[in-house]
């Protein structure tokens, strides 16, 4: 039940920033990067992601452990590839220089959140 517990409060909190970050990407993220479409569809689709990823987590962890057949790695893949997907274009976006290393992180996470959705499948 901790991990129920855990996983739900972690998709409350995604879907919360998610809501948050993407209202701050339409309506002040241009003050920071100027009219460049592209960084403003970066940042819309890391936080639409975030916000699906976070339902997902919500959805997973309202079922209840009597009858739960999920495989233990679907939360934590979900969770971290969002983390690392999102939270990635989010930083390259306002600061693409300071932190160019993080590049390949964002599809890993993408992969992460793959895997996570397939492991629902096992």
């Given at each position: 039940m901790a991990s129920s517990n855990f996983y739900w409060r972690a998709g409350s909190l995604l879907g919360l920033s998610g809501i948050a970050l993407g209202a701050y990407g339409s309506h002040g993220l241009s003050k920071v990067v100027g009219n460049d479409e592209t960084k403003l569809k970066n940042w819309n689709t890391a936080a639409h992601y975030q916000i699906i990823q976070g339902v997902a987590l919500l959805a997973i962890s309202s079922i209840p452990t009597s009858?739960?057949?999920?495989?233990?790695?679907?939360?934590?893949?979900?969770?971290?590839?969002?983390?690392?997907f999102s939270g990635t274009i989010y930083l390259l976006t306002l600061?693409?220089?300071?932190?160019?290393?993080l590049g390949p992180v964002t599809p890993l996470g993408g992969?992460?959140?793959?895997?996570?959705?397939a492991a629902l499948l096992l």
């Open positions: 009858v739960r057949r999920i495989h233990p790695a679907a939360q934590p893949l979900i969770m971290g590839g969002t983390i690392m600061k693409r220089e300071k932190f160019r290393a992969l992460a959140m793959m895997a996570g959705w």
